[in-house]
C-alpha cells in the first residue's frame, strides 16, 4: 500500500490574518491538500477560508479527532492515506498534537510508516517560556491541574516544590474560564517570592505578558478573563 503524508498544520492562536503569524511555505501547502482531520469543522473550514481557499471549502473533505474520540477510533483514519493522498491535521490553535488529541493520528501514522511533515507555526507554550524571562534551560510543560479549590492548590504548592528542587520552570494551561479562579488560587498558595508569568492572548493585538513575583502580584492583581492563558512558574526557593 502506497500512503500518502501527514501534514501538521499550525493555525493561529487568535483571530486576524493568518499570513501574519504563519509562514508563506505553510500557507502554500494548504491547496495542495483535500483531507483534513480537525478538532471542529467549523473552526477548521473557517480558518482554511481566511488562509486562502475562501470559495473552495466544499470541495474539501473533513474528520473530527477531538477529546471525544476513543483512541480505538483512530485506526479508521487510515484509509485516508491510501492511494498516495496527503493529510493535513489542525489542531483548534497552535500547533497540532502539542496537548491536542491529534497526537493519536501521528502515532498512527508511525505505526504504518507514513511520512509525518511538522510545519513551523505559533506555539503558544514556548511564546510565554520565550517571554517569560524564567528558566529556559530546564522546564517542564504539565498541562492541566485539578478544577476542584484544594486538589488545585494542593497540585501549585506540588509544582512549586518540583521548580525549587530542580530549578525548573513549570509551565501550565487552563480552560479559559477558570482563568480567574486559578490565578487566585496562585496567588492564595504559592510563595512570595515564587514568580509567576501571566501570558495571555499571544500574538494578537491586546496581548499580554507580565512576570512578577507573587507578593508584587497580590499588590498589582489583574482579570484575565476569558482569554487563552498560560501560566509559568519558577520557584527559585532553596528548600520549600
Not at 111 to 140: D, K
Not at 144 to 153: L, N, V
Not at 173 to 182: A, C, G, K, V
Amino acid at each position: 500500500m502506497k500512503y500518502g503524508k501527514l501534514y501538521l498544520i499550525p493555525t493561529p492562536l487568535g483571530e486576524g490574518n493568518p499570513a501574519d503569524v504563519l509562514p508563506a511555505s505553510v500557507l502554500a501547502v494548504l491547496p495542495t491538500l483535500d483531507r483534513f482531520v480537525v478538532e471542529e469543522t467549523r473552526t477548521a473550514r473557517r480558518f482554511l477560508s481566511s488562509a486562502g481557499l475562501k470559495g473552495h471549502i466544499g470541495e474539501l473533505e473533513f474528520h473530527e479527532l477531538n477529546e471525544h474520540t476513543a483512541p480505538a477510533q483512530v485506526e479508521a483514519f487510515l484509509p485516508l492515506f491510501a492511494d498516495g493522498h496527503s493529510v493535513g491535521l489542525l489542531s483548534e490553535a497552535g500547533l497540532p498534537a502539542v496537548a491536542d488529541p491529534g497526537a493519536l493520528l501521528v502515532a498512527l501514522c508511525h505505526r504504518h510508516g507514513i511520512e509525518v511533515v511538522p510545519l513551523v507555526g505559533p506555539s503558544s507554550l514556548m511564546m510565554a517560556l520565550m517571554g517569560s524571562g524564567l528558566n529556559g534551560q530546564s522546564f517542564a510543560f504539565v498541562g492541566y491541574i485539578p478544577a476542584k479549590t484544594e486538589e488545585r492548590r494542593a497540585a501549585l504548592r506540588t509544582l512549586e516544590k518540583r521548580s525549587a528542587a530542580a530549578r525548573q520552570t513549570q509551565i501550565l494551561i487552563e480552560t479559559p474560564y477558570r482563568n480567574d479562579s486559578l490565578f487566585a488560587d496562585m496567588l492564595q498558595s504559592l510563595s512570595a517570592n515564587t514568580k509567576l508569568c501571566v501570558a495571555a492572548n499571544l500574538t494578537c493585538e491586546d496581548q499580554f505578558i507580565c512576570t512578577r513575583r507573587i507578593a508584587e502580584w497580590k499588590q498589582h492583581p489583574v482579570t484575565i478573563g476569558k482569554r487563552p492563558c498560560v501560566f509559568v512558574i519558577l520557584s527559585e526557593a532553596k528548600n520549600l
